[in-house]
T-cell receptor, first 111, second 117 residues
């Protein structure tokens, strides 16, 4: 059974600081997704990472994938308040043809 | 282009009542999904439909049934609601069932907030 674990689950940081969210998964997979969810809203796709060493960047967010370590990171650079949201990683298991989500990391960026 | 739509947005049921959650997508996607979201547990897959005419169980199917009415619509039915089914339900769709090397992603609807008393 595929398990996906994120840490930290809660993150409070100051504007301008850097931080990293980690996503570990238990079974070999060749695809990993990051989603963002604002309070009371739906999920929005941020990144799709397809291969070992893949790195994607959008604004102040950068995601990477290490398939050998079964680890993905979401790095936040110089955080701003608008980044406050819950971030989910989701791992694709080809045998099940579906995504398994982590518990989510609730990020709060304080002025 | 509305993307993925869900009805209703909010619903309160009494234990034992039944209801159907509706989902529709206008992106010509082949695959559709139903998830539930509970605090601290991320999203868990209830059922999915890889293509029109097929449905499969996900991680937490007990107490639910689904119907893939056509390519656009995928409904979720609670036959006899229980308080444990209080949750936020999300429908999602993707072009394919994410087989093969693809950047295909799932697009989510706005959610239905269900309370079972």
């Amino acid at each position: 059974e595929l398990k996906v674990e994120q840490n930290p689950l809660f993150l409070s940081m100051q504007e301008g600081k850097n931080y990293t969210i980690y996503c570990n998964y238990s079974t070999t997979s060749d695809r990993l997704y990051w989603y963002r969810q604002d309070p009371g809203k739906s999920l929005e796709s941020l990144f799709v990472l397809l291969s070992n060493g893949a790195v994607k960047q959008e604004g102040r967010l950068m995601a990477s994938l290490d398939t050998k370590a079964r680890l993905s990171t979401l790095h936040i650079t110089a955080a701003v308040h608008d980044l406050s949201a819950t971030y989910f990683c989701a791992v694709y298991l080809s045998s099940g043809s579906r995504l398994t989500f982590g518990e989510g990391t609730q990020l709060t960026v304080n002025p | 282009n509305a993307g993925v739509t869900q009805t209703p947005k909010f619903q309160v049921l009494k234990t034992g009542q039944s209801m159907t959650l509706q989902c529709a997508q206008d992106m010509n996607h082949n695959s559709m999904y139903w998830y539930r979201q509970d605090p601290g547990m991320g999203l868990r897959l209830i059922y999915y439909s890889a293509s029109e005419g097929t449905t499969d169980k996900g991680e937490v199917p007990n107490g639910y049934n689904v119907s893939r009415l056509n390519k656009r619509e995928f409904s979720l039915r609670l036959e006899s609601a229980a308080p444990s089914q209080t949750s936020v339900y999300f429908c999602a769709s993707s072009k394919y069932a994410q087989r093969g090397a693809s950047t295909d992603t799932q697009y989510f609807g706005p959610g239905t907030r269900l309370t079972v008393l």
